[in-house]
């Protein structure tokens, strides 16, 4: 079969070069970044990923040299594109003028080649602080951006390409065209599909597992659900057990409504634990959210090995399956050069040293939420099902925010000034929040502060996107950007010590009820990828309260996002609604992209 490698350098969308390249029916592999040239000649092109080191530091990941021997087309994506310049002798350095994050327009200056069938302007998405700063031996530009003129470059003659952007995100309009042209400049034959991937999935599963069982933790939720299917397909339902655990961090009645979906799914074996005593008690006085997440996925697997007791199974017998999709892998560090944005309860300590033991299968581990959808409607599943919003494994307790105390980074009051200053000729004004959230920026976790835009006008979303980018930008305290539902006046902002309780996760279900019975009574579901509601342990202008957080968003495969723009009317209900919840002070709307944002706010 044809097929293409990706160098993984570690960037966050790295498999998601893979995942488009498929979604051409084109087979593609993931491959690590110093393999040696002598085992890619059999590969019709070649990929460099992007990646969140810089190139001219000594301890950076390099590739072979003589892959730029091999005769085949290359190129490079964002870190790859500095890389392709820099092993040919051309200078890459930090320029903080010159970085760029989120859309950002290029002119075309050659339409062929990578670049064939485009328009005179395209629409780019940008993630770097680095640039290449001079053009390589025998190169030529074939796009530009206002802070970058060799945002895109061509060698024609060896058919190498390298681009600043990142055309493997749905942000950049044309991606796929220019996917596709690269894949015909690599004479590759179209022989991939779902089902290929179904029944090669089965064998493998067949040989992974052998004489033994798997004991399957499920949620309800699509990849869990998926997962189970195809293991039961491959070994048979009789060899699958299922375990749902009640962590008390569900939606409002979601225990009930998930073991009734999980049993017409066929799970016909399946234990049902309540375990939210156990961890309430060790989530006790934990903030972090890093370390809620380690805790968590830790429990998960102490619950589970006490299962198995009660039962009396052997544990030689039995291999624990999960859920897991790439997005979890690659956000936890999982792969060999990626940084760590956050750890997903599935990729904790615990669980990556049964992996190692070779004591765990996850059928869907290489594929994205698209992917992982395509795959349970070819296997049947109700749609209902397999369209089903995203849930976290750690469910609510990462959407409800704890925190001992407040908190200002260095300097905020001058670079919150200084913002005020640059946007009052919009009529906007705007606060820096004391507390954080998790982000994702040039390929990085970050923890920063959101900030808060007080928006007198009709809502502009087009305006609020440019803005909200553009701050964030410029601005390295912040990572995220709010607006107010309703304006109000804030006179004071107080962050209440707040952690994990029941008490805290009832309000967040009644408001996350609230959100869900509300899109889906507008009949804007669908319009929806996943609709997280966050609650913040921030009281405005009074001495006790929380505050909701609307964190709607559009994707296909989580590693990118953009906000959903509701309409105003509609959005003024929704909070008028949540208001009347007792405890609720205010409520707000996460207007920010993914990156810088991540999906969910830990």
């Not at 991606?175 to 991939?192: A, I, P, R, S």
């Not at 469910?395 to 009052?424: Q, S, T």
């Not at 009529?427 to 390929?443: C, E, F, M, T, W």
Request: overall charge negative; aromatic content about 8%.
């Amino acid at each position: 079969m044809d097929k293409i490698a990706v160098l993984d350098f570690g960037g966050q969308y790295a498999h998601l070069i893979a995942n488009r390249i498929r979604r051409l029916n084109v087979y593609s592999e993931i491959v690590d970044a110093d393999i040696p040239a002598e085992k890619l000649k059999d590969y019709k092109g070649i990929i460099f990923s992007g990646g969140p080191q810089s190139v001219y530091d000594i301890d950076s990941i390099k590739a072979d040299e003589a892959i730029l021997d091999l005769g085949v087309p290359l190129l490079g994506i964002c870190y790859g594109h500095q890389l392709l310049a820099f092993m040919q002798g051309s200078e890459v350095r930090h320029d903080k003028q010159s970085s760029e994050f989120g859309l950002t327009n290029m002119k075309v200056k050659k339409a062929e080649g990578l670049f064939k069938s485009l328009d005179d302007e395209e629409v780019v998405w940008m993630s770097h602080g680095d640039i290449v700063a001079e053009l390589p031996s025998g190169y030529e530009v074939i796009g530009s951006t206002e802070k970058g003129e060799w945002a895109a470059i061509a060698n024609f003659e060896k058919n190498f390409y390298g681009v600043q952007f990142h055309l493997e995100v749905t942000h950049t309009k044309s991606g796929m065209q220019m996917l596709q042209n690269f894949l015909d400049l690599c004479q590759v034959k179209k022989e991939w599909s779902i089902e290929k991937f179904i029944e090669n999935e089965v064998k493998a599963i067949e040989k992974k597992v052998g004489d033994k069982k798997v004991f399957m933790l499920v949620s309800g939720g699509v990849d869990s659900t998926v997962a189970f299917v195809l293991l039961s397909r491959a070994l048979g339902a009789e060899r699958v057990y299922g375990l749902f655990v009640d962590t008390g961090f569900l939606r409002w009645k979601e225990r009930e409504k998930v073991e009734k979906t999980l049993r017409n799914a066929g799970f016909t074996n399946l234990h049902v634990k309540d375990a939210s005593n156990e961890y309430y008690e060790a989530l006790k006085g934990i903030f972090d959210p890093e370390l809620k997440r380690k805790i968590i996925g830790d429990l998960f697997i102490e619950v589970q090995q006490k299962i198995v007791e009660e039962l009396q199974l052997d544990p030689n017998e039995w291999l624990l399956g999960q859920g897991t999709i790439y997005p979890d892998t690659i956000e936890s560090g999982g792969t060999k050069h990626a940084a760590k944005i956050k750890t997903h309860h599935n990729r904790v300590e615990a669980i990556e040293k049964l992996i190692e033991e070779g004591k765990v299968i996850e059928p869907i581990a290489q594929l994205y939420k698209d992917e992982v959808r395509k795959v349970g409607e070819e296997m049947g599943l109700p749609k209902e099902m397999v369209w089903r919003h995203p849930f976290p494994g750690p469910g609510l307790a990462v959407r409800c925010l704890c925190a001992k105390e407040e908190f200002y980074p260095e300097g905020y009051a001058v670079v919150e000034g200084k913002i005020n200053d640059e946007i009052e000729k919009t009529g906007i004004s705007a606060r820096i929040l004391p507390l954080q959230s998790v982000g994702v920026q040039g390929d990085y976790r970050t923890y920063r502060n959101p900030l808060l835009l007080k928006i007198n006008d009709s809502l502009d979303w087009k305006m609020i996107n440019q803005l909200a980018t553009q701050l964030i930008n410029q601005n390295e305290i912040v990572n995220r950007a709010l607006v107010h539902c309703r304006p109000v006046e804030i006179e004071h902002m107080y962050v209440n010590e707040s952690f994990l309780t029941p008490e805290r996760i009832e309000l967040l279900q009644k408001a996350d009820d609230i959100v869900d019975n509300f899109i889906k009574e507008n009949k804007i579901n669908d319009d929806i990828w996943q609709f997280p509601t966050v609650l913040a342990p921030l009281s405005v202008n009074s001495a006790r309260g929380e505050t909701v957080i609307l964190r709607p968003v559009q994707s296909e495969e989580a590693m990118t996002a953009n906000f959903y723009p509701m309409q105003k009317a509609l959005l003024e209900e929704l909070c008028d609604r949540l208001m009347e919840l007792d405890g609720i002070t205010a409520v707000f709307f996460d207007v920010t992209n993914k990156p810088p944002g991540t999906i969910e706010w830990e």
